[in-house]
């Protein structure tokens, strides 16, 4: 159980804001919720003190006994702020202390989380890019806003991401154990896809592939020994295969579809994103509802549609200092060698690393070892690795950090 302050600014969104008290309260955690006087023209004081089951304040008068506008920043395990407006964002960047919540944001040692959400045009602002740039150098975490509609009549990027969205980017600060291990990926939020998509034909069939998991599953463990918060998204993997992980959040899906919502829902927050998974190129364009039955020698037709590419879809997405990682199983054929497929892929996925691995009768899928060569975005060798799967993953996430570290030390911009 995490002792969580919830600020709540005046935006259109602070409604949602009651959805995720719940997904807190619900998962245990004892929450103190602090509005602004704004916030509290959109919800009204009862509904959080009844949710939370805690005194709901917002001057820094109004509990003087106690001084509640140092003792809640100073025992708090995390600070979120959802949604968090323009002016939330540029009195916490100037170190405001006019309310209770802007005064608990200047105590708090613990992480922070802001979602900020408002018009386009506001978000977009050189003031607003200003504060949070300077509010992410100081440590705080983001959560990028959505693109959607918005109050009034407008749409664009400025959207609440949904409550349970917000809340899966909490989880890693929520943990009880979330105290860092020290290495070089020391705290950094790591997301991994492994194993294959699964894609409904009929209620008993589906199309598949042979991806096990191993290598997606090698390079979580790599990056928690590296100090990382890691999240695993599996699909389809053996259960048998992730009883062994120590220390990693594990969401399981199925289909490509459910793939992207998971990835979409993590790139808000993660340093890092690992498209280890294989993924279904096509997808029956209409799983049939009953089983199918046989058609004799007329044989069966099934029209595949295409699913969505999702590394591209993080790549266009990529926040600045984000690392995107993709891989790429070739084989080679009698005009093109298998690393020249991949060169060729890397140029085209434009993800910071490509690891890609010849599959043959001896590498590749499954309990065996497996030799890589990572690629930059140019398609130029970075790195080589051979061995098994937890060696290759050891030198993957190696890779990684280095990245990581690279990335961080760029002036903004370059990335
Ligand atoms: N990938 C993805 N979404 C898809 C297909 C692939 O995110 N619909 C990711 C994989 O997880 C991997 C990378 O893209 O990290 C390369 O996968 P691959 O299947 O080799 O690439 P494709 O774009 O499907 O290329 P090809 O034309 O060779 O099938």
């Given amino acids: 159980m995490a002792r969580v302050v919830l600020g709540v600014t005046g935006g259109i969104a602070a409604f949602k804001s009651v959805t995720l008290l719940r997904l807190l309260t619900k998962a245990g955690h004892d929450v103190r919720v602090v509005p602004t006087q704004s916030a509290l023209r959109m919800v009204g004081a009862p509904t959080f003190q009844a949710l ?3 005194p709901v304040h917002t001057s820094v008068f109004d ?3 106690t001084a509640e506008h140092v003792r809640l920043g100073q025992t708090a395990d995390l600070v979120v702020v959802a949604p968090a407006t323009a002016d939330l964002l540029a009195r916490a960047r100037s170190g405001r202390a006019d309310d209770l919540l802007t005064a608990t944001l200047l105590v708090a040692t613990c992480p922070v989380v802001f979602a900020p959400a408002m018009h386009t045009e506001m978000w977009q602002h050189p003031a607003t890019r200003e504060n949070v740039s300077v509010l992410r150098e100081r440590g705080v975490h983001i959560i990028e806003p959505d693109s959607g509609a918005l109050a009034g009549d407008d749409t664009g990027p400025g959207r609440l991401p949904e409550p349970e969205a917000i809340f899966a980017a ?3 600060h929520l943990n009880a154990d979330a105290e860092p291990r020290p290495g070089p990926l020391r705290g950094a939020q790591f997301v991994v896809s492994a194993g294959g998509t699964r894609e409904a034909i009929d209620p008993v069939r589906f199309l598949g592939n042979r991806s096990s998991g191993r290598q997606g599953i090698a390079i979580a463990r790599a990056a928690a ?8 998204v599996a699909a389809n993997v053996e259960d048998a295969l992730l009883a062994g992980l120590r220390g990693v959040d594990i969401e399981n899906v199925s289909t490509a579809a459910e793939l992207e919502t998971a990835m979409n829902v993590h790139a808000g927050s993660a340093d890092v994103l690992v498209m280890a998974a294989a993924v279904a190129d096509y997808r029956p364009a209409a799983a049939g509802e009953h089983k199918l039955k046989k058609n004799g020698d007329e044989g069966m037709v099934l029209r595949l549609e295409q699913t969505p590419d999702i590394l591209a879809g993080l790549v266009a997405n990529r926040r600045s200092g984000q690392v995107i ?4 199983a070739e084989t080679g054929d009698e005009q093109t060698a298998a ?3 991949a060169r060729a892929k890397a140029r085209r996925k434009q993800a910071d690393l490509l690891v890609f691995n010849e599959v043959s009768a001896t590498a590749g899928f499954g309990a065996v070892p497996n030799a890589v060569v990572i690629l930059d975005s140019d398609g130029t060798d970075v790195s080589a690795a051979a061995g098994t799967k937890d060696e290759v993953g050891t030198a993957v996430v190696a890779e990684i950090a280095r990245r990581c570290g690279e990335v961080s030390s760029a002036p903004e911009g370059t990335h």
């Fill in 170 to 172: 909490l989880k890693p």
């Fill in 325 to 328: 990682v993709g891989f790429a």
């Fill in 225 to 232: 020994a590296a100090g990382a918060h890691v999240t695993l």
């Fill in 339 to 341: 690393i020249e497929h």
């Fill in 52 to 54: 939370s089951r805690n």
């Fill in 63 to 65: 509990d003087v006994t």
